[in-house]
């Protein structure tokens, strides 16, 4: 056995140990280092505060007070003022998450409150939440002298904190009332509503409109049917946008135009349509607005204004086969084979792969969104009989998915899914259509 000489060993104990030193050193350093950036972590966050304390959709009182007197709203149906009248609920509720994520620069060491201007606030701000029994107060002080900041007070029974707040005062204060006039006419989301009773006065008889998953309901006299998803959330989002200005004492109305109740759960809203000389007035909740838009083409419309005009309801990853007569006789089979990994899906008619595959996959596409022009009420059937162009499509157990018959008259098309309505579409959606035989 071979041994170092002692120069060697020595020399390799003095490495040895100079580098567990320098491993020592260094996770010292970088121990450090994390220490140092959490210590910086935590001395920020400890040197700002947010303006509000809770969460603001908890929130369901409000009390702005000044050394003039104070006002008090309250979110029942919306959000209003004591004697009922609405403010506008979105900017408030704008304003409030604006003030909850702002963030509030401490003031240290503390001076007395006449310094600051907190002895008598502009503006006091108190928010409430029943749901939690809690309670925020905001004091609006004084103005930086040299830059846009504002001394801000937060007191909520446990802290009470004080520092500059980076704000823009509307009217100097931190909620002008006067900006909180009320505009918006039915204060919801048309994600929210979840059902419409519209009740005609004359001409036509009333109906229901209610959301199911995934699509929309028509009821007419007990009857249902599929409501046309795209055109009743053009309705939602229109009714949800209507904009007007407060009437300034209660308007005496009867024996409106149009009635639209509209249901969001657990609550509901009926709205009443005044039709006059070139105004319209909308009554709601004991108020009328005038309407900033007075057409209301757009929803005095009978129940089949709304029928469903969306052709076919299928799933294309389910398609096995496809099966395309051109009208003349002849019927191309073709059958889908789905890639594996990522990879396109492959076409065959009988054994041979089909070249223009991308035409059927396309097929497909166009198939899941056709859409109807019109409904043709007067006619129950196609006219064509057996030399309808036709596109029929079948799962792997040869279940009927799609079966669309065609009556190509020129620049217009007749098309009817199965034994459904009679629909008119433009040619040019079915033009690129393979009606012959794909290579």
């Known amino acids: 056995m ?63 007070s000044d050394p003039k007197g104070s006002v008090e709203l309250r979110l029942k149906d919306r959000w209003r003022h004591a004697d009922g009248q609405p403010v506008e609920d979105a900017k408030l509720q704008i304003i409030l998450a604006q003030l909850r994520g702002l963030q509030v620069e401490k003031i240290e060491p503390r001076p007395k409150d006449d310094a600051l201007g907190l002895s008598i606030p502009t503006q006091t701000l108190e928010v409430s939440s029943s749901l939690n029994d809690k309670t925020c107060r905001l004091s609006l002080g004084q103005k930086h002298p040299t830059k846009p900041l504002y001394v801000l007070r937060r007191t909520d029974g446990q802290d009470d904190l004080v520092g500059w707040a980076k704000l823009k005062p509307s009217g100097g204060q931190l909620i002008d009332l006067n900006e909180l006039a009320a505009v918006t006419i039915l204060p919801l989301r048309a994600g929210q509503i979840d059902g419409l009773s519209i009740q005609p006065q004359v001409g036509n008889s009333p109906y229901q409109i209610r959301r199911a998953r995934g699509l929309f309901v028509l009821t007419k006299a007990g009857d249902e049917q599929r409501a ?8 939602l989002t229109k009714l949800v946008g209507l904009k007007g200005a407060l009437e300034p004492s209660k308007t005496q109305l009867s024996d409106p135009d149009l009635v639209v109740v509209v249901g969001h759960a657990p609550l509901s809203t009926r709205l009443e349509f005044y039709r006059q000389n070139e105004a319209l007035l909308i009554a709601t909740q004991g108020f009328v607005f005038s309407a900033k838009e007075p057409d209301l083409s757009w929803l005095l419309r009978s129940a089949e204004a709304w029928r469903d005009r969306q052709l076919i309801h299928y799933d294309r990853g389910q398609t096995h086969s496809v099966e395309i007569h051109d009208g003349s006789g002849r019927v191309f089979s073709y059958r889908r084979e789905l890639g594996s990994g990522g990879a396109v899906d492959r076409w065959f ?61 020129g620049s217009e098309v007749l098309a009817r899914a199965g034994k459904s309505l009679v629909m008119r579409i433009e040619a040019s959606q079915i033009a690129h259509w393979p009606f012959e035989q794909l290579n």
């Open 2 to 64: 071979q041994f170092f000489s002692a120069p060697i060993a020595r020399s390799l104990l003095f490495s040895g140990v100079a580098l567990a030193l320098a491993v020592f050193a260094f996770q010292q350093h970088r121990g450090g280092q994390a220490q140092r950036q959490a210590d910086w972590v935590e001395a920020e966050e400890d040197r700002y505060f947010s303006a509000l304390c809770f969460d603001v959709l908890t929130v369901d009182k409000v009390r702005l």
């Open 228 to 235: 046309d998803k795209e055109l009743v959330e053009i309705l």
């Open 349 to 409: 008619q009988g054994e041979r792969q089909i070249k223009e595959a991308h035409r059927l996959a396309g097929l497909q596409w166009d198939l899941h969104q056709l859409r109807g022009a019109s409904i043709v009420d007067e006619l129950d059937a196609l006219e064509c009989g057996a030399l309808c162009s036709r596109v029929v499509v079948r799962d792997a157990k040869k279940r009927t998915l799609v079966d669309l018959s065609l009556d190509r008259q």
